[in-house]
């Protein structure tokens, strides 16, 4: 039996954003469900370089397919000034769950930005107004990318305002979508007052007041993945119907941890899990709600669940690299 090694073109190549949204959603479905297995994801802090390392394993089984991996991560925020290296790398294990063979190892920075921003996309379709057509991003690095290409496949975005401290991620970013949207620079409060609002940033202080929010603005914040970080005021979080993608990971690691340590906010401020949503249990936008904010930790089960359409159109197209791994 061989193993298929897949690199960062071959994952980019593979991984289709129509594809990846629907396949984000069956996974929070099985999740919910109860159809998929996630222990905790397991941290190893390393305060003297400034970042940390993530492990992340996952099965889960939908109607048509089940599927088992795990990701090794990391989050470095220094590598791009110091080693001229992504801010996030990762490499995944995608694995064969009768067997437990290693089907696949892949590169799973490209896969992470990938699913990131179908999460983003899922949230979006359920939280945000239906005639939502302008997308606010705060942060143009690397992942602000999938997050306009995921969810303008939920919504017909035609608008984009981005924001950011460094002047040529926003002119990299505008020259990447300027022929298909109309992408312009812009404060965080002119990115706020968009129908959706993207916050992709790993600061560790607010950056986003009430007063930068629209009064139906739905805010996918995406940036806190680790202790410490908060992107929204805790006034924001307390008025919002705020819908978390797994409790452990929020609390722990997610936009609510700061204020959720503090006793700021407490189970009676949560709306619901996405799941809920996506399986039917719970509402998600309704004609009353004003602000919503999905706070999104980044699940394995996502990371699974796009790991198994790379791998498919991989082998479908005869990409990647085929070799003997474990010799049987």
């Avoid at 991620?169 to 109309?182: A, H, P, V």
């Avoid at 990115?191 to 739905?218: Q, W």
């Avoid at 970080?229 to 993608?245: G, N, P, R, S, T």
């Avoid at 709306?271 to 980044?298: H, M, N, P, W």
Wanted: net charge negative; glycine share 8%.
């Amino acid at each position: 039996m061989e193993t298929l090694l897949l690199d960062t073109d071959d994952v980019d190549a593979n991984a289709a954003m129509a594809e990846l949204v629907p396949a984000v959603r069956d996974a929070f479905a099985a999740y919910e469900r109860g159809d998929a297995q996630m222990p905790a994801k397991s941290y190893i802090d390393l305060p003297q370089y400034n970042g940390d390392f993530r492990s992340m394993p996952a099965y889960l089984s939908t109607d048509s397919w089940d599927a088992a991996g795990i990701k090794w991560v990391n989050a470095h925020p220094d590598n791009p000034d110091s080693f001229d290296l992504p801010t996030v790398m990762g490499t995944m294990v995608y694995s064969d769950p009768k067997n437990a063979y290693p089907l696949s190892i892949m590169d799973g920075t490209v896969l992470t930005m990938k699913r990131t921003g179908a999460a983003a996309a899922v949230a979006t379709d359920a939280l945000a107004v239906p005639d939502a057509d302008s997308l606010g991003i705060v942060g143009a690095g690397v992942q602000s990318y999938t997050q306009l290409e995921a969810i303008s496949q939920v919504r017909d975005i035609e608008t984009v305002v981005v924001s950011d401290l460094r002047e040529e991620r926003i002119t990299r970013f505008i020259e990447r979508f300027g022929d298909e949207f109309d992408v312009r620079a812009g404060s965080i409060s002119e990115a706020g007052h968009c129908d959706v609002l993207s916050t992709v940033t790993p600061v560790e202080e607010p950056i986003v007041g009430p007063d930068d929010l629209g009064p139906h603005t739905h805010v996918n914040a995406m940036g806190a993945d680790a202790a410490g970080k908060h992107e929204l005021a805790d006034e924001i979080l307390l008025a919002a119907k705020l819908v978390i993608d797994d409790y452990a990971q929020t609390t722990h690691s997610g936009e609510i941890n700061v204020p959720w340590s503090a006793g700021v906010l407490d189970d009676d401020d949560l709306y619901g899990e996405l799941g809920e949503i996506v399986t039917g249990q719970k509402a998600g936008r309704t004609e009353t709600d004003d602000v919503t904010v999905f706070d999104s930790t980044g699940l394995a089960i996502q990371d699974v669940a796009a790991a198994h359409v790379v791998y498919e159109h991989a082998r479908e197209k005869d990409n990647g690299t085929s070799f003997d791994l474990l010799g049987v």
